[in-house]
């Protein structure tokens, strides 16, 4: 944790209405004599007990109030207002102020600053006692400190109304030492993962669904049928998209491997579950299809575990399990702009490839050889054709890891041309 020196600061100064607000003039002074720039946001209440002009001459800029002056957003918009600040000082605090705080309420700019900013909040409440000690404010301000919101005062003594005892607004140089201490700690207040600025990269902006690994297609309680898919490759392009910017969602089948960093996951086991999760996930720009699905289930699955019997081996009658790829590439309404899809084959690589893409009716197919000597299942390595109406493409071996990546690129011109 760096300390901010004083010097430099940027300070967004929101003046409530009260009669201190003639003593946030002084604070301005003080503030610039420290090197400090000021902005100034008044309320509507705030302009009838000093004219905006007094905290425009003394801060040197323009002061804001009304969140729709096409003007004042041309030259700078309220959420950056609230942004390029290090620091957010309301100075009066009113009571309405900070009761309108509590409730999140954005009914004029000053309330919608407060609710808009990243940055640290620093109140210098300032009311007549009674309204201090009502309840209401009580919970107010319990609130907001329960929010992050520093206080500084309310002082005691005399008040403009003739009562004595607390809810003067802090003095000028007791504030700019709270606002020292205030910009020590970290002002800028972090967002979930996953929301705020939006990430740059070639797949910035876009939806991408990526199932992989193999279905567990069950037999009884503890026999399945399976296939030997690592799930590395479809794994490796659901990373490389999220790396790349897009809101990824991987649909993995059961795999050895951890979840990719960056990504959604959604974990299922069966054909069946695979599909209906893939529905779930759309609508998306790009669907790539790199499961290796089984293609039948068995039609009755044993509720107890199959026993050896006199009866001889048992016979397991098979249905078909849904094509996913089929599903959402022939979809008439929220069809993904890209489709794609693998083909795992151990024989006429390109051949099938080509009559896959048709039979799917996606837009490419990425085709690989899985026959044994090739050790691409599990392997670390594949060797693709990138196959689309256009041709085939074959790429060098490589790892996965990079054929991701390729894909990734490819699919980021794809989607370009297509804009
Ligand atoms: N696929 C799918 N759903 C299925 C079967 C396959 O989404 N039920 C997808 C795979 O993820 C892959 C592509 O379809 O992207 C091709 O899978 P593959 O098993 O190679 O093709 P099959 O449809 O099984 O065709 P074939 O029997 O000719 O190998």
Known sequence: MTARPLSNARILLIVGGGVAAYKSLELIRRLRERGVVTRVVMTEAAKRFVAPLSFAALSGHAVRFDPFSLIDEAEMGHIELSREADLVVVAPATADLLARMAQGLANDLASTTLLATDKRVLAAPAMNLRMWLHPATRRNVAALRADGVAFVGPDEGEMACGEFGPGRMAEPLAIVAAIERALEAPTAIPLPPGVGARPEGALAGLRVVVTSGP?????????????????????????????????????????????????????????????????AALPADVFIAAAAVGDWRVEAVGAQKLKKGTAGAPVLSLVENPDILADVATRRTGRPALVIGFAAETERVVENARDKLKRKGCDLIVANSVAESEGTFGGLDNQVTIVSAAGAEPWPRMSKQEVARGLIELIARTMKGQK
Do not use: K
């Open 215 to 279: 279905t567990y297609e069950p037999i009884d309680p503890v026999r399945f049928l399976g296939n030997r898919s690592s799930g590395l490759q479809g794994h490796a392009i659901a990373e490389a998209a999220g790396a790349a910017g897009a809101r990824a969602t991987l649909i993995s089948g059961p795999v050895g491997l951890a979840d990719p960093a960056g990504v959604d996951v959604v974990h299922v086991e069966t054909a069946r579950q695979m599909h209906a999760a893939a529905l």
